[in-house]
């Protein structure tokens, strides 16, 4: 999603904030649990426990996957109480520098070997500015009153690349009746997809009878008129970079549209491993901005 991205720790959370202080482009959180990702976790603060920096992610990957490949070492792939990996915010002064520079440290034991890794981050930030970005979060956590449900984010992700080649702007409207409408207009051409029956979740109408017989775009329009969809235009980039999110694999998507058109919501959902259960300890969820808020 993007090179850097703000680290927030708090007393009952890990969450990856990627251009959250940023209304140009997607806005990405990802939140953990601390028992999702941690046996133990201690944080104390003056900012009532809470500290954010800047991250670079590559850094922090190529960290974690040495980290993976050394606690699986030894002759079963490692065992949990031996091969243990602690992650440690600290200052070191180093080499050429006579300036201490925080560190998130990595500090890793396999079968065989040890390793410290220090991944650089920023200066962590300011009490005012853990005030803003806490102050963004909550606002990026308010959710749509209608959400639909994309099973398939796969399907969705072959039709966009198609669509790319057509226009970069794309229009998306969602119904209260499960309709999600794709479509992408130039001078030439229109392109379109729309999904029916969608599941939905939140504020829900049962669609009109009358309406079988005309086109998608005449539904829409007609369901907009009843106060009942909403549509909004995006970078079709934006929507593209988005559906990146399926590399984490989630059980499945729900999109939304805020209220007066702000922005396109989609929450990735997961399950509990084995079961059907949504996996609360796990949240991620992205923000498009909007270009034109149609006639809603």
Excluded: W
């Excluded at 960290?63 to 600290?90: D, F, H």
């Excluded at 106060?227 to 970078?235: D, K, P, R, W």
């Excluded at 999109?255 to 079961?275: D, K, N, R, S, W």
């Amino acid at each position: 999603m993007g090179r850097v991205c703000h680290l927030y720790l708090t007393r009952d959370h890990a969450i990856f904030l990627h251009n959250l202080l940023n209304g140009d482009g997607v806005q990405c959180i990802a939140q953990f649990r601390k028992e999702a990702l941690f046996d133990d976790y201690r944080i104390s603060s003056q900012n009532d426990d809470r500290i954010a920096f800047v991250i670079d992610l590559g850094l922090l990957h190529r960290a974690l996957r040495s980290s993976v490949s050394i606690s699986l070492e030894g002759p079963t792939g490692g065992s949990a109480a031996s091969n243990r990996l602690q992650i440690k915010l600290v200052k070191k002064l180093p080499s050429n520098s006579r300036q201490p520079m925080p560190f998130l440290t990595f500090e890793t034991k396999g079968y065989k070997s040890a390793v410290v890794q220090d991944v650089p981050i920023s200066k962590p930030l300011s009490r005012a500015d853990v005030m803003e970005l806490q102050s963004a979060l909550d606002m990026a956590q308010d959710l749509p009153q209608t959400l639909v449900q994309v099973p398939d984010l796969l399907q969705l992700q072959n039709f966009v690349d198609r669509l790319k080649h057509v226009g970069d702007l794309l229009n998306v409207s969602i119904t209260q009746y499960g309709d999600l409408h794709l479509q992408v207009s130039t001078t030439l051409i229109t392109v379109g997809a729309e999904f029916q029956k969608l599941r939905v979740i939140g504020v829900r109408v049962e669609a009109p009878a009358g309406d079988g017989g005309a086109s998608a775009q005449s539904r829409t329009e007609m369901a907009k008129q009843r106060g009942e969809a909403l549509s909004v235009q995006v970078s079709m980039k934006h929507f593209a970079k988005s559906l990146q999110c399926h590399l984490t694999k989630p059980d499945s998507a729900f999109y939304g549209i805020a209220a007066q058109g702000g922005c396109l919501t989609v929450i990735f959902q997961f399950f509990i491993p084995g079961t059907r259960q949504t996996d609360k300890s796990i949240s991620l969820h992205c923000r498009l901005p909007v270009l034109d808020t149609g006639s809603s």
